[in-house]
């Protein structure tokens, strides 16, 4: 008779634990997921899936637009908020689906509800403890708000996928990469948009000219920005809401949207009691292995908030999986991780910023182009596509790829195999482009930046 009751539990059915308990059961394992909310987590169900459906929908407004100078006439147009989001709805109840099929077939027992971790082996879920040889955390993160007067009245990322309607005006706050999607989002849907951010600019942590590039190409498309701007308290006025700034100016709004900002998902899964160590953000800490400070307790993804990606939460789920049940000690690769932005225009990385590189090898060879794509030509927009390549000087090593423009994160997935694989300028130099794309300008910029 076995000693436990599975050989893997797993908390948390997002992407990285449903690929960890797929990968595990078919490696021979017995295992078991339990989630209290709804499978596929936050990408598939308040994260990545739905704000690409509303990024693709928010873009019609500019493609209606722009068809005139091609040559078509465009009718009377109307959006159906509602609509979208009924769709939208549709779809994520098809992914639901999908992750609960690919659970079941894999032999992977589903368990509803919150589960609590009772000791290194043992989880309880309503009531009901199960045991474990070793039990995996994979719960996530979660929205947070500020502790200001009247924050009750704010939304998060959570709330803006389900309301009823689209507010005609709508205030984001904050300078992360939801915020500045969901301000194109409301702005390309017809809201007049404001995003308010208390740094000097958004978006830290990127290269400098995509953060420059992006902000100048968002104002042109009508959305607001304002920087240095903190706000000390928001206030209900009939159907709208006003935010008082700390400078005592105030802007009013029917919807006020907070992305400043998610927190690890802990509470109440009984970790500490456990005894394992958390980070003063509340993150689970984890080794190269992800395991954490108790023997047999593992942890992935947002939870140990370090790079919070879907993709790689499903990477380190894979390698939980094999170091647990195929023999391979394996720890995950947090190197060069391609990302995207959906902002409008959209973010492609990878690699090393500018800042960054300096940092790591000193003189640096930076290539930059900025052009009106050929698109814009007959349409008369002066939207411009920002890339960028950030080289070593000693090995010319490319070490870093940025863009802004259409289809940036599509573009930048190729690059990202060329960095991955410690490609250098004569490597992207001697490779063909395709003609007529924005992609050929990753390999016919020729002369560097003048040295700084």
């Known amino acids: 008779?076995?000693?436990?009751?599975?050989?893997?539990?797993?908390?948390?059915?997002?992407?990285?634990?449903?690929?960890?308990?797929?990968?595990?059961?078919?490696?021979?394992?017995?295992?078991?997921?339990?989630?209290?909310?709804?499978?596929?987590?936050?990408?598939?169900?308040?994260?990545?899936?739905?704000?690409?459906?509303?990024?693709?929908?928010?873009?019609?407004?500019?493609?209606?637009?722009?068809?005139?100078?091609?040559?078509?006439?465009?009718?009377?147009?109307?959006?159906?908020?509602?609509?979208?989001?009924?769709?939208?709805?549709?779809?994520?109840?098809?992914?639901?689906?999908?992750?609960?099929?690919?659970?079941?077939?894999?032999?992977?027992?589903?368990?509803?509800?919150?589960?609590?971790?009772?000791?290194?082996?043992?989880?309880?879920?309503?009531?009901?403890?199960?045991?474990?040889?070793?039990?995996?955390?994979?719960?996530?993160?979660?929205?947070?708000?500020?502790?200001?007067?009247?924050?009750?009245?704010?939304?998060?990322?959570?709330?803006?996928?389900?309301l009823k309607d689209l507010p005609r005006s709508v205030i984001v706050v904050g300078g992360g990469y939801i915020a500045v999607e969901f301000a194109g989002i409301f702005n390309g849907l017809g809201a007049r948009t404001t995003e308010l951010y208390r740094g000097e600019l958004f978006l830290r942590g990127f290269d400098d000219d995509v953060r420059r590039t992006l902000a100048d190409e968002m104002r042109k498309k009508g959305v607001e920005l304002r920087f240095g701007a903190n706000v000390a308290r928001i206030e209900k006025q009939g159907s709208s809401l006003r935010a008082v700034l700390a400078d005592g100016t105030a802007l009013e709004a029917e919807q006020i949207l907070y992305a400043t900002g998610r927190a690890p998902n802990v509470a109440g899964l009984g970790l500490e009691a456990a005894g394992v160590v958390l980070d003063d953000a509340g993150a689970v800490v984890v080794d190269e292995l992800l395991r954490t400070s108790v023997p047999g307790i593992f942890a992935i993804g947002d939870v140990t908030n370090r790079l919070n990606l879907t993709p790689v939460a499903i990477h380190e789920g894979m390698a939980v999986a094999a170091t647990l049940f195929a023999g391979r000690p394996t720890s995950p690769d947090h190197a060069d991780v391609p990302t995207a932005v959906f902002s409008q225009p959209s973010i492609g990385t990878v690699g090393l910023t500018e800042s960054a590189a300096r940092e790591r090898y000193g003189a640096l060879d930076v290539y930059r182009t900025s052009f009106r794509p050929l698109r814009h030509t007959l349409t008369g927009r002066e939207e411009k596509t920002m890339m960028k390549l950030v080289v070593d000087r000693a090995s010319q090593r490319v070490v870093g790829a940025h863009m802004v423009g259409p289809d940036a994160g599509e573009i930048i997935q190729g690059i990202a195999i060329a960095i991955k694989l410690r490609a250098t300028k004569a490597d992207f130099d001697r490779t063909i482009g395709i003609h007529p794309t924005a992609a050929e300008e990753f390999v016919t910029m020729r002369t560097p930046l003048p040295s700084a």
Not at 55 to 81: I, K, L, P, Q
Not at 88 to 110: M, Q, T
Request: charged letters at 25%.
């Open 1 to 162: 008779m076995a000693q436990y009751d599975f050989d893997l539990f797993v908390i948390g059915a997002g992407s990285g634990g449903v690929r960890a308990s797929r990968m595990s059961a078919s490696y021979g394992a017995r295992v078991a997921v339990a989630e209290e909310r709804y499978l596929g987590g936050t990408c598939v169900n308040v994260g990545c899936i739905p704000k690409k459906l509303l990024v693709y929908a928010a873009h019609y407004g500019e493609d209606f637009e722009d068809a005139a100078g091609f040559g078509w006439t465009v009718g009377e147009r109307s959006f159906d908020w509602a609509r979208l989001i009924e769709n939208k709805d549709r779809e994520i109840a098809r992914l639901n689906s999908v992750y609960a099929r690919l659970l079941d077939d894999a032999g992977v027992k589903r368990i509803e509800g919150r589960a609590r971790v009772v000791d290194a082996h043992t989880v309880e879920v309503a009531g009901r403890r199960h045991t474990a040889a070793n039990l995996l955390i994979a719960t996530g993160g979660w929205p947070t708000l500020p502790e200001i007067p009247g924050i009750e009245h704010a939304i998060t990322s959570n709330e803006a996928f389900y």
